[in-house]
């Protein structure tokens, strides 16, 4: 759920919105009587929330799920945390969730409904190691880069994967699928909030998957999509985004450089561009983290 309305959503009851898709996934799993519920984390997307009346209003919710018996499990997402610090969650409109008892947060294995679970939560390096030793985990939560093809992050193919066979359940990327690749399974709902217009053809949803008794995979999954109005992003901006992408690269192609310094460069390619105070502070805000990593 967003505190501030994204960039470029247009619908004016952005915020109802946000609550009555979560009234829309309590009551799926309330009539089709889900033993329990896993959130792949991100559940709110500040660790803080400056407008705690989303806090507030999903608690009724959560509440019904409590009282139908159906516990609801968090994997931490890096959203949910301050500097992916795990000690810091109950400082966050999460962690309140988890003190009221509305919330579960599993150990890093768990055990559920007889169903063994390997949970990784948001990691700062997230390499393969983290899932040479799953124990006998039937199915491995986690909320990190899990995908099918190559994107401009740091990432795990599905196909670095094909040493095990588990079922897993992906969060972070916000892309959905429902892919086997090798012995795995990779399941990912995507976003219930759109919150880029990238995301603008996104059909939000959520999964109620059905584990065997016998064995673990496979496993039946549905998909039930959620109640959204379709236009909710303002379309025509995107020719204005790709007239301004074109100028910035002919711009680029243009200018000879007499620094290697990137927060100098941003700031004459901004000047050039007019681009906003807003957007500048946050380009070299992000430069300036990536050289801390180059360095660390």
């Known amino acids: 759920m967003c505190s501030r309305r994204p960039q470029r ?64 499990y968090i994997n931490l997402g890096s959203h949910d945390l301050f500097g992916y610090n795990m000690e810091s969650v109950y400082t966050t409109a999460v962690g309140s969730l988890i003190r009221y008892g509305l919330l579960k947060l599993p150990s890093e294995t768990e055990t559920i409904k007889g169903i063994k679970f390997k949970f990784i939560n948001a990691k700062t390096k997230h390499t393969l190691d983290l899932y040479q030793d799953l ?29 095990c066979s588990h079922v897993f359940l992906c969060g972070h990327y916000h892309k959905q699928f429902a892919v086997r690749d090798g012995g795995n399974i990779f399941l990912n709902p995507g976003p219930v909030i759109r919150t880029s217009i990238v995301e603008a ?6 999964m109620i998957i059905t584990v065997p008794d016998s064995v673990s995979v496979p496993v039946k999954v549905n998909n039930y999509y959620l109640k959204h109005e379709r236009n909710v992003f303002d379309l025509n901006s995107v020719v204005a985004d790709k007239e301004k992408e ?47 990593g180059l360095h660390a």
Do not use: W
Not at 21 to 42: A, M, P, Q, T
Not at 201 to 206: L, W
């Open 135 to 163: 124990g006998e985990s039937s199915i491995v939560v986690s909320h990190n880069m899990l995908v099918p093809q190559s994107v401009p992050y740091d990432h795990i193919l599905f196909s670095e994967l094909n040493f």
């Open 9 to 72: 959503r247009i619908d004016e009851n952005f915020f109802s919105n946000q609550l009555i898709k979560v009234r829309n996934i309590v009551d799926l799993f309330i009539e089709k009587k889900v033993d329990f519920c896993i959130h792949g984390g991100d559940m709110y997307d500040i660790p803080d929330l400056p407008d705690f009346l989303l806090l507030n209003n999903v608690i009724p919710e959560f509440k019904r799920l409590k009282s139908a018996g159906i516990d609801f």
């Open 246 to 292: 074109e100028k910035v690269t002919l711009t680029v192609k243009n200018t000879k450089f007499d620094s290697y310094d990137l927060v100098e460069l941003a700031d004459k390619l901004g000047a050039e561009n007019n681009t906003s105070a807003e957007v500048m502070v946050e380009v070299k805000r992000r430069l300036n983290d990536a050289k801390i």
């Open 201 to 206: 053809e996104h059909k939000p949803s959520a």
